[in-house]
């Protein structure tokens, strides 16, 4: 019955290095999102998953940035190269509901605070 | 494109007194309405949705939220605020057609309820 759960919760990194992101969502949620809050602006969408359709990376701000998910479960976020303005909370949300139906609610991980120096 | 407009980025209210969060949004199809809560160091939460029916949803806790389909808005109420409301809030919208799963986030409101 645990929620969904998001690792590290903090990460402090170099400009330049790579960082990995982790989000265990909801047993039997399709669903992922991966959101990036910036102070002022809000939540950003960065991509999305579904079952075993493709992804919607639509949202990822460069090329820097990848996420996969394995076996329809454990996602991970990378960043490679990171920049100072990377430098965000990364939040994860995982959705009940097959398809593609926006009227269910997501459930959010407690997110990671990336700071990059 | 959709969006999500959250006029008041904070708002201070004290203890007891009503407080109205307010919120627009652009869209030319139907839609889904989200309100989530954000306390520090947390994930956001759902606190009420509006999916079809009554416009007017409420949560447990008090809060409640009318959808107005003429003027497009999803404004959040609370007639008699406590501390513990002190967070930030979202709304958000989803299209109601087949095919969405996209969800559009305001940029919230910080909530500071004081004693």
């Known amino acids: 019955g645990a929620g969904v759960s998001q690792s590290p919760s903090n990460k402090v990194t170099e400009k330049g290095k790579d960082v990995e992101l982790r989000c265990d969502p909801i047993s039997g949620h399709t669903a992922l999102y991966w959101y990036r809050q910036s102070l002022g602006q809000g939540l950003e969408f960065l991509i999305y998953f579904q079952g075993n359709s493709a992804p919607d990376k639509s949202g990822l701000p460069s090329d820097r940035f990848s996420a996969e998910r394995t076996g329809g479960s454990v996602s991970t976020l990378t960043i490679q190269r990171t920049q100072q303005e990377d430098s965000a909370v990364y939040l994860c949300?995982?959705?009940?509901?097959?398809?593609?139906?926006?009227?269910?609610?997501?459930?959010f991980g407690p997110g990671t605070r990336l700071t990059v120096l | 494109a959709q969006s999500v407009t959250q006029l008041d980025s904070q708002v201070p209210v004290f203890e007891e007194a009503p407080v109205e969060l307010r919120c627009n949004y652009s869209?030319?199809?139907?839609?889904?309405l989200f309100w989530y809560v954000q306390y520090p160091n947390q994930g956001l939460q759902l606190l009420l949705k509006?999916?079809?029916?009554?416009?007017l949803v409420e949560s447990i806790n008090g809060f409640e939220a009318e959808f107005n389909k003429s003027q497009t808005s999803f404004h959040l109420r609370k007639p008699s605020v406590h501390i513990s409301d002190t967070a930030e809030y979202f709304c958000a919208v989803s299209g109601a057609t087949s095919g969405t799963y996209k969800y559009i986030f305001g940029t919230g409101t910080r909530l500071k309820v004081l004693a």
């Open positions: 509006y999916l079809s029916g009554s416009t």
């Open positions: 869209s030319s199809v139907s839609v889904y």
């Open positions: 949300a995982s959705r009940a509901g097959r398809g593609t139906s926006g009227r269910n609610e997501q459930f």
